[in-house]
């Protein structure tokens, strides 16, 4: 079992900067984690994943060159840390842990946390 435990979000102008945080807890080890978001009437969408060395990581296009994934195995923490902000990037953004690396699809990751709220103000 993995718990995780989203924090960071909040609301920020256009263009701003943010960092969201996920606490894992558990059974941890070999985990790639993932970001995901969801905003309202929206299906929810992957935004990237990093592998469990840190080594690899793969952006959804909406958001590459603007967010980069990180991750501190020997905190459990693994963070989200998003530059150029946009208003549609309004959005719950959730953590997850999974086992395949590079996957996009939601049914491969098997924890989420709660999630944490991000709105982009215009």
């Known amino acids: 079992q993995v718990q995780l435990v989203e924090s960071g979000g909040g609301l920020v102008q256009a263009g701003g900067s943010l960092r969201l945080s996920c606490a894992a807890s558990?059974?941890?080890?070999?985990?790639?984690m993932g970001w995901f978001r969801q905003a309202p009437g929206n299906e929810r969408e992957f935004v990237g994943g990093i592998s469990w060395s840190g080594e690899m990581t793969n952006y959804a296009d909406s958001v590459k060159g603007r967010f980069t994934i990180s991750r501190d195995n020997a905190k459990n923490m693994v963070y989200l840390h998003m530059n150029s902000l946009k208003p549609e990037d309004t959005a719950h953004y959730y953590c997850?842990?999974?086992?395949?690396?590079?996957?996009?699809?939601?049914?491969?990751?098997?924890?989420w946390g709660q999630g944490t709220q991000v709105t982009i103000s215009s």
């Open positions: 558990g059974r941890t080890f070999g985990y790639t």
């Open positions: 997850a842990a999974g086992r395949n690396y590079g996957s996009t699809l939601r049914g491969d990751y098997a924890y």
